[in-house]
């Protein structure tokens, strides 16, 4: 089974609305991370937002923000009114494991293009 | 500075040839790691290290060693190329310390193609 499932591999929005990015997770782990991170053309990997599993609250940073639902075991990114530059790839991530035995699971990314 | 640099940043190369790939961080962080992305796939972890004497396979280490020279340098060695190991390797760094616990932090990539 899939650890991490992004079901949307493309999505296209218009400038200014917000979006939504899907990310599922599986694990048995009581404590994990959960993580997103943007891939522009240019390729570098770049990290935007942290959710831990014993989080009370959604994790936000600026215009991302975490739709964090534990029992859905889904961590959705939303992007508030989103800018061309927010064209690229985004990827889950699931941090699990005991301390010292840490592993990283990437989903396969959303492809999100803004529209002018 | 950028806080995790690659070298070289794109490399092209002909099957059967030793090809090393390195890795250098100012972060400060014990933990580093190898990745490689392909078309339509996430990240795939090849090696990762949590300190300089701890040096583990990920999940697709065959044909790829490493080596942890000191604590900011994290070398990817391919003993000889093939071309399906044509891809982008990202080197990352975290601290499993922190409010952001093992946060992983990726260098620019290099992208690698094997002729």
């Known amino acids: 089974a899939q650890k991490i499932t992004q079901t949307q591999p493309g999505m296209f929005v218009q400038e200014k609305e917000a979006v939504t990015l899907d990310c599922t997770y599986d694990t048995s782990d009581p404590s994990y991370g959960l993580f997103w991170y943007k891939q522009p053309s240019s390729g570098e990997m770049i990290f935007l937002i942290y959710?831990?599993?014993?989080?009370?609250q959604n994790a936000t940073e600026g215009r991302y923000s975490l739709n964090f639902q534990k029992a859905r075991k889904s961590a959705n990114l939303v992007i508030s009114a989103s800018q061309l530059g927010d064209s690229a790839m985004y990827f889950c991530a699931m941090r699990e494991g005991a301390f010292g035995n840490e592993k990283l699971t990437f989903g396969t990314g959303t492809r999100l293009t803004i529209i002018p | 500075d950028a806080d995790v640099t690659q070298t070289p940043r794109n490399r092209i190369t002909k099957t059967g040839k030793r090809i090393m790939l390195e890795c250098s961080q100012t972060?400060?962080?014990?933990?580093m790691y190898w990745y490689r992305q392909d078309p339509g796939l996430g990240l795939r972890l090849i090696y990762y290290?949590?300190?300089?004497?701890?040096?583990n396979k990920g999940e697709i280490s065959d044909g790829y060693s490493v080596s942890r020279q000191a604590q900011a340098k994290f070398s990817l060695s391919l003993e000889s190329a093939i071309p399906n190991q044509t891809a982008l390797y990202f080197c990352?760094?975290?601290?499993?310390?922190?409010?952001?616990?093992?946060?992983?932090?990726f260098g620019p990539g290099t992208r690698l193609t094997v002729l």
């Open positions: 290290s949590f300190d300089v004497k701890d040096i």
């Open positions: 959710q831990g599993s014993y989080d009370q």
């Open positions: 972060k400060g962080h014990d933990r």
């Open positions: 990352a760094t975290s601290d499993p310390g922190g409010y952001q616990r093992d946060t992983q932090y």
